[in-house]
Nanobody
Framework: QVQLVESGGGLVQAGGSLRLSCAAS????????VAWFRQAPGKEREFVAV????????DYADSVKGRFTISRDNANQVVDLQMNSLKPEDTAIYYC??????????????WGQGTQVTVSS
């Protein structure tokens, strides 16, 4: 069992930066891939980024490549999402998710409650 809690969301102007954190509790966190997804009002949940168990492997949605960076610290059981050059279209609720398999679809075993990111133009 893994519990996930996101933090770091907020309101930022276009071009600004935010750093989201996903704090995990529970055993064997290092055995899970961890991903970030987002969901804007009226839209489906979409993949943002994923990091493998060791942190060496990552993947990003095309819409965030070069702007967002995902990283993990297994010792402290935290996965961060550094978001730079934010755009209004990045506005959404951001969720972290953990699962035994690396996926870019929202089929993960555990989910956090989400954190709101709002980017003003």
């Amino acid at each position: 069992q893994v519990q996930l809690v996101e933090s770091g969301g907020g309101l930022v102007q276009a071009g600004g930066s935010l750093r989201l954190s996903c704090a995990a509790s529970g055993r064997a966190f290092g055995g899970y891939a961890v991903a970030w997804f987002r969901q804007a009002p009226g839209k489906e949940r979409e993949f943002v980024a994923v990091v493998g168990r060791s942190g060496s492997n990552t993947d990003y949605a095309d819409s965030v490549k070069g702007r967002f960076t995902i990283s993990r610290d297994n010792a402290n059981q935290v996965v961060d999402l550094q978001m730079n050059s934010l755009k209004p279209e990045d506005t959404a609720i951001y969720y972290c998710a953990a699962g035994l398999q690396w996926r870019t679809t929202p089929v993960y075993d555990y989910w956090g409650q989400g954190t709101q990111v709002t980017v003003s133009s």
